[in-house]
């Protein structure tokens, strides 16, 4: 099967690009698809949607970017269209998305806006939508946005009703402080542990750099200015860290972190250097979340089997959601749980906030190694050995409801789940088929035994999906 047709760091053509509108907010080529004037009207199309959702004439946004080069002047255009619709602005600059979704509480605005394309290469950029809890709007939520911005219904006020924009500290030292409430300190300083830290020219590198020197964490920084200039794919995949995991080795830390631009997800890497995988990510913060404190957890449909075993073991029970983030956060307040996320690495920790936060998972992550006295390898050996593989083909209009229709009368005689695309489970392996929210493709996941039953499964269905 061939993997990765809209590669990273590639541009693909405009027809393959086109402006995303999802749940996950909107994404788009910079220069292309998306330009300044699309931007101040995705911003009034937000801010007048939070003028009739919270029935304020004048609601506060707070507006946060990653470093991208792209974002001041996409975020300068956003912040003209809210202000255009009598919003009022406070900017924050560059500052991960968990940070904002906090600030959003401290402040308490009416909502947020975030300028940030997560793990898309460089050429993207997107604006990302969160309420006043933080959390991103539920689907049908998502759906008032995107017919708004369609229909160009926006709400322009006169001059005496246009607010100046105001500018704040990042907001920084409030998320650090607040997680430091919530964290074991003593333990982690007292482990005295060393890491290899890789926020790849993100948002994320000053307030995490902030965090491990509260902890007493010895650190090596590794592209830690924002600068937006990615040094390498910023996706945390395995190929993408290897000098990560080199430079783990070469200073003898005890594990290596990797942040994605905007700081909300986490990947490990083990003290030998090993790549872990991102869904190690939510087990390992499942297993000692779980193990100390009982409830449920949350995790999407595209999330390894691992959480299940997990909280089996913990005696917890796992609730499954359609992917994206305020589908997982909906979930998880409907069932108070306790620990929830993704499998691309993005914790979720309600007694922070219900959005993902690489910050929660590296202080879990921490803690858990200071008050088990084990290393990552050693943890990780406790839990059930999976292969799961990650694929993607590109999608031609109408190929992804007939590709689902076809996988759903093949595979009829499995247990399916339809919440999200197909969800197929079989009793040693599970798949998972769907449209991406972000990017123009077709998602394929599946999780196996072994690498041999992974790999047939999922040649199999990309045939499929490629017939569909």
Not at 122 to 146: C, F, M, S
């Amino acid at each position: 099967m061939t993997e990765a047709l809209v590669a990273p760091g590639v541009t693909p053509s405009v027809n393959d690009a086109p402006l995303m509108l999802s749940i996950s907010g909107m994404r788009g080529l910079i220069g292309r698809s998306l330009t300044p004037p699309v931007a101040t009207r995705y911003g009034a199309t937000v801010g007048s949607w939070l003028r009739q959702l919270t029935g304020a004439d004048a609601p506060h946004v707070i507006v946060g970017r990653d470093s991208r080069p792209s974002g001041q002047t996409i975020s300068a255009s956003v912040i003209a269209g809210l202000a255009g619709v009598g919003c009022r602005v406070t900017d924050l600059g560059i500052v991960t998305t968990p940070t904002t979704a906090i600030m959003i509480g401290q402040m308490g605005a009416d909502g947020g806006v975030v300028v940030t394309a997560s793990h898309n290469p460089i050429e993207w950029n997107g604006v990302k939508t969160l309420r006043a809890d933080g959390v991103a709007p539920p689907p049908d939520q998502a759906a008032q946005i995107i017919e708004r911005f369609e229909n160009d219904d926006t709400d322009w006020v006169d001059i005496d009703q246009v607010h100046t924009t105001s500018r704040k500290d990042s907001g920084a030292d409030t998320h650090v402080a607040m997680l430091l409430e919530r964290l074991d300190v003593d333990a982690i300083r007292k482990r005295e542990l060393k890491v290899v830290l890789d926020s790849v020219h993100g948002a994320g590198g000053p307030a995490t750099a902030r965090l491990l020197n509260a902890l007493g964490v010895e650190f090596v920084h590794l592209f830690a200015e924002p600068t937006g200039q990615f040094p390498h794919a910023p996706e945390p995949t395995e190929e993408n860290l290897r000098g990560l995991g080199a430079a783990v080795t070469e200073h003898g830390a005890d594990l290596g972190l990797a942040q994605d631009p905007d700081g909300d997800r986490l990947a490990i890497v083990d003290e030998a250097g090993r790549y872990i995988g991102e869904e190690y990510t939510l087990a390992l913060t499942a297993y000692h979340v779980l193990s100390q404190t009982p409830g449920a957890a949350v995790a999407n449909l595209s999330t390894s089997r691992m959480i299940d075993d997990i909280a089996a073991q913990c005696g917890a029970t796992v609730h499954r959601s359609a992917v994206g983030e305020a589908n997982v956060a909906n979930v998880m307040r409907q069932v108070d749980a306790v620990i929830g996320g993704e499998g691309n690495g993005g914790i979720m920790w309600p007694r922070m906030l219900h959005v993902r936060d690489s910050l929660s998972g590296i202080g879990l992550v921490l803690e858990l190694l200071a008050q088990s006295d084990e290393r990552i390898s050693q943890l990780t050996r406790k839990f059930p050995r999976y292969t799961i593989l990650k694929g993607k083909l590109p999608i031609a209009e109408g190929m992804a409801q007939r590709a689902i229709e076809q996988l759903g009368e093949q595979y009829a005689d499995q247990r399916l789940d339809l919440q999200d695309g197909i969800r197929i489970d079989w009793p040693d392996a599970w798949a998972h088929v769907r449209p991406s929210n972000t990017e123009p493709i077709m998602r394929i996941i599946v999780e196996a035994i072994d690498q041999g039953a992974a790999d047939r499964l999922i040649t199999e269905l990309s045939t499929v999906v490629d017939g569909g």
